[in-house]
């Protein structure tokens, strides 16, 4: 089955649709589907955010939420290293 996923501006996973939902919501539009998930955001003014919809495809929805687990505790350790450089005073 493919999947919509709609990740903001920090590559979170905010809303998730399949198929069937998007042609029955969205007319079968990935960009109306982007568009909506837009105007949700009540912090955006206007309703104009940054983001993206990406499409996936897994067998099942649970091998699409594994997924998407997997790929948050990847972003999170990537974020959460340290470096080993330290600022220069000049």
Request: aromatic residues 16%; hydrophobic residues 30%; charged residues 25%.
């Amino acid at each position: 089955m493919r999947y919509y996923v709609y990740f903001d501006a920090y590559g979170h996973a905010r809303q998730i649709v399949n198929e069937q939902q998007l042609a029955e919501k969205y007319e079968s539009e990935p960009a109306e589907f982007l568009s909506a998930m837009c105007r949700k955001q009540p912090d955006t003014g206007k309703g104009y955010t940054s983001g993206h919809v990406g499409t996936l495809c897994f067998d099942t929805e649970k091998d699409l939420i594994d997924y998407l687990a997997e790929l948050g505790e990847e972003i999170e350790e990537f974020y959460a290293c340290g470096s080993g450089s330290r600022p220069y005073n000049f």
